[in-house]
């Protein structure tokens, strides 16, 4: 029975998947916690900064440029 190209195109892909797939390093708990933490702050990060660049309030900017300076002060202490 033959097998149309959409088929051969996603059994090539699903080869090609398997056969690129290099064994990633298996991360300790501290080192999954710490990347776990770097990826809420920068998530964080970004949404602080981008309602920064919203706001008009001078108090409410205040309050976020703050925030993102203890944000970053939290990634540089992860980074060290």
Known sequence: MARGWESKSVEAQQEEASRDRVPKRQLTPAEQAAAERRAALQLTRA???????????PHHRHMLERALAAIDEQLRTLES
């Open 47 to 57: 949404r602080t900064a981008a309602d920064l660049e919203r706001a008009k309030a």
